[in-house]
């Protein structure tokens, strides 16, 4: 797995059959409603290729850029409280605002 992590990283290419992901949408619980995207967790299946690949870059970042170097306040991955919701709301306001 490291190999092929490796590999990518050097060719800067996923394979496009790893890139596939079938998307189950769930209704959570209680909602009064479906009307809102954020009324349902989605499941994506992927490959188990991609995930692992997904897991070994997470840990590479945790364990080392991420220790030395500040998140920019724009980030919102890897810091509590932010989320994608955060995000696109940010950028909703950055275009209303031009």
Do not use: C, N
């Not at 479906?34 to 490959?47: E, L, Q």
């Not at 070994?56 to 919701?85: C, F, N």
């Amino acid at each position: 797995m490291t190999r092929i992590r490796e590999e990518e990283e050097v060719s800067d290419y996923i394979p496009m059959a790893w890139r596939i992901a079938r998307v189950a949408f769930i209704p959570k619980p209680g909602k009064v409603h479906y009307t809102m995207a954020k009324s349902f967790h989605p499941i994506s299946r992927t490959s188990f290729l991609l995930k692992g690949l997904e897991k070994l870059v997470d840990r590479y970042l945790r364990d080392g850029p991420m220790v030395t170097l500040p998140i920019h306040s724009r980030q919102h991955a890897y810091q509590a409280g932010k989320s994608t919701e955060s995000a696109l709301h940010q950028l909703v306001g950055r275009i209303e605002h031009i």
